[in-house]
């Protein structure tokens, strides 16, 4: 029976001659969905019967006919006779169609890449020789959304820079160096994994915003950042360190002195002492 079903189908539904009185069923080739979110596998059937009181629906995973059936159910012409609701969603798997209506998609919920794999569905009506089951499958393919993710300077023990760009997808998308120009493939530098990569480029132009671009799911996606000459920063921050150097050195000299002179002459000596220095120090500055 079941390879008489498989001739029927390949035969008649892949050439698009099958009538309203033959056993049909039609389902995508394959279906994309990204990790996370829930997916939908279509699957309507055709039969010679126009009326029937029960129908069962059964999908099975990797193998057509002898696979391991992951979700059945029985749909009956009056479901609160015996508590049995097809269309009820439960768990990872239940019906996303109505069997009243020859459908049976199936709904799985909050997909992972344990769930990539080749789907098949199949219907029994109450007659135990009235089924018919899909020979072709429908696939899975679990997808992580394309992403630009980061845009970062990183500094190589030698001291050398580069400009990195870090992307995730499956798969990986291509990065493409906007500003500057990038004239020679050999100066990018590509790292890749089944689901990340990064793109890197010599930071040896000054002064500029290097950007990075991917041509993603949603359209172009583009992040940038202001690198300034490594050197020029170099002479900017010791600098100012010396000055806080003096600073600090200073009011530690002048701390020194007041609490020695303290020590030696008493206070009102001391009193004195800062008179002159406070003297003293504003002749300096007049001079100046």
Not at 125 to 140: A, C, F, Q, R, V
Not at 173 to 185: K, L, Q
Not at 218 to 245: A, C, H, M, N
Request: hydrophobic fraction near 35%.
């Amino acid at each position: 029976m079941a390879l008489f079903q498989m001739i029927v189908f390949f035969s008649f539904f892949s050439s698009g001659l099958i009538s309203a009185d033959e056993w049909s069923m039609t389902v995508p080739q394959a279906v994309k969905q990204n990790v996370g979110e829930d997916a939908v596998l279509p699957c309507s059937f055709t039969t010679p019967y126009t009326s029937y009181q029960n129908i069962t629906v059964v999908w099975r995973i990797k193998y057509p006919f002898e696979g391991p059936i992951i979700f059945n159910c029985l749909s009956t012409e009056n479901p609160s006779d015996n508590g049995q609701n097809c269309t009820e969603s439960i768990g990872h798997y239940s019906l996303a169609g109505n069997p009243r209506s020859k459908n049976i998609s199936l709904r799985i919920k909050n997909v992972s890449f344990s769930d990539n794999t080749q789907y098949f569905c199949r219907f029994e009506l109450s007659k135990k020789g009235d089924t018919y089951e899909t020979g072709t499958g429908t696939s899975l393919n679990i997808q992580i959304p394309q992403t630009l993710e980061s845009i970062y300077i990183r500094t190589l023990p030698s001291g050398e820079q580069f400009i990195t760009c870090d992307v995730k997808g499956r798969p990986p998308p291509t990065v493409t160096w906007i500003v500057p120009e990038i004239t020679s493939s050999s100066l990018v530098s590509v790292q890749s994994d089944w689901d990340r990569a990064s793109s890197s480029i010599p930071a040896n132009q000054s002064n500029i915003n290097y950007t990075c671009q991917i041509h993603g799911e949603t359209g172009l996606q583009d992040l940038s950042i202001y690198y300034q000459k490594r050197s020029e920063q170099e002479q900017q921050i010791p600098f100012t360190l010396f000055i806080v150097f003096v600073v600090l050195s200073g009011a530690f000299f002048i701390s020194s002195i007041i609490l020695a002179v303290i020590y030696k002459i008493g206070k009102k000596q001391a009193c004195d002492f800062f008179i002159f220095l406070l003297v003293t120090c504003v002749c300096i500055v007049a001079a100046c």
